[in-house]
């Protein structure tokens, strides 16, 4: 792939998720080609981050794509690019469709861990023209958001961005961040707090980002979370008020009653890849998978609507009541308020980056 097809601005972006889908397309299966092999491909391994979202995608995608396609998924919780080198490098691949970040996607290809994606099984009509890869989609997009308990901060006295977020004389609180720097954007956050505008975040100022979270709200008044249910749990436990989180994970928690909110304003825009392991015993029925996770509007709009996350999923836009479209990471009306993430400067500097983040954490 080349660079200019990984590297993206916020308004390509927005438009391409905001495309209406192509008239009479159908709603799955459009152009694929598939070619069944006789003793694999029935059943399909997927892994993913667990919790409610791993719910939400069996109930939309898998289990709808079962019903249709008589394929079996297996729907895993444990998904990490180290998981999946070490299969690959063993000989003994058990999974089939693995979710990791972009800049992971970046390390797997260069690594030559995946197979190359199919466009003759999958067909690409209902991608956006930022998720197609050579070999995976980026299937998804989601926010990096602030987050707070309303029993402790109610909405209106809520932070309104990144500085409020990490004052410490306006919440004589601790927060916590999420410290996985492949798909946590606390070092963008930290450079918002400090002024930085949008277009001049990337590349990033590591050592100015890390003073700013060291003086503001300080190292001992952080606390860190490696997994994705983390602060949620920290946040309706009363361990922390401000967190923060995915857009997502805050919805589903709301939605089982907690008294938790989040803002999208100078939220971070990024996405995730669906990638196949290179010596996947069933990479057809995987590929099969991402046609319909691509191409099935009804599908697609029921997993924009639970999860409010965007799916890489034209079609699926169109059954979208506006109420929901509005809200979702890749709605235009946030086009002005959000901080797209650098996936190719991540993809370049991930390793050193987090060296230097563990290091400055242990000092």
């Known amino acids: 792939m080349t660079d200019s097809s990984l590297h993206f601005d916020r308004r390509q972006l927005l438009k391409a998720a905001a495309l209406t889908p192509f008239a009479g397309l159908a709603l799955s299966g459009c152009g694929a080609k598939p070619a069944d092999s006789a003793a694999a491909n029935k059943t399909v391994t997927v892994t993913s ?14 289990d709808p ?13 444990n998904t990490s690019l180290a998981a999946l080198k070490a299969q690959v490098q063993s ?12 800049p992971e996607y970046e390390t797997a290809v260069a690594e030559g861990l995946l197979e190359k994606f199919d466009y003759d099984i999958i067909s690409d009509k209902g991608l956006p023209g930022y998720a197609k890869a050579e ?24 932070p309104k961005d990144w500085a ?12 916590s961040v999420y410290n996985q720097l ?21 590349p990033l100022d590591v050592d100015r980002a890390l003073r700013v979270l060291g003086h503001h709200p300080g190292k ?47 939220a971070v825009l990024a996405g995730d890849y669906f990638v196949v392991p290179k010596g996947a015993k069933n990479k057809e029925a995987a590929f099969k998978l991402m046609n319909f996770m691509s191409n099935d509007a009804e599908a697609g709009a029921a997993f924009d609507t639970v999860t409010n996350l965007t799916l890489a999923n034209t079609p699926a836009l169109s059954k979208l009541p506006k109420e929901v479209a509005d809200t979702l990471p890749t ?3 946030l086009a002005d308020k959000i901080l797209v993430r650098d996936d190719k400067w991540w993809s370049q500097n991930l390793k050193k980056t987090e060296q230097q983040f563990k290091l400055w954490q242990a000092s």
């Open 164 to 175: 409020q977020f990490f004052d410490q004389d306006k919440y004589n609180t601790k927060r």
């Open 182 to 202: 492949s798909d946590s954007s606390v070092l963008e956050a930290a450079l918002l707090a400090d002024g930085v505008p949008f277009d001049q975040i990337y």
């Open 91 to 102: 000989g003994d691949v058990q999974w089939d469709l693995v979710e990791i970040t972009a």
């Open 65 to 77: 794509f079962s019903k249709q396609s008589g394929i079996q998924t297996t729907l895993l919780a």
């Open 331 to 333: 709605s235009p009306g």
């Open 135 to 158: 070999y995976g989609i980026k299937y998804l997009s989601f926010l990096f958001v602030m987050a707070w308990d309303q029993k402790i901060i109610p909405d209106a006295q809520a």
């Open 49 to 62: 981050y667990g919790g409610s979202y791993n719910d939400q995608l069996t109930q939309t995608i898998l």
């Open 220 to 266: 001992d008044r952080l606390l860190y979370h490696s997994a994705n249910q983390e602060p949620i749990q920290q946040l309706t436990s009363g361990e922390v008020s401000l967190s923060t989180s995915f857009n997502n994970r805050i919805n589903a928690a709301r939605t089982d009653g907690a008294k938790l909110n989040f803002s999208p304003q100078n």
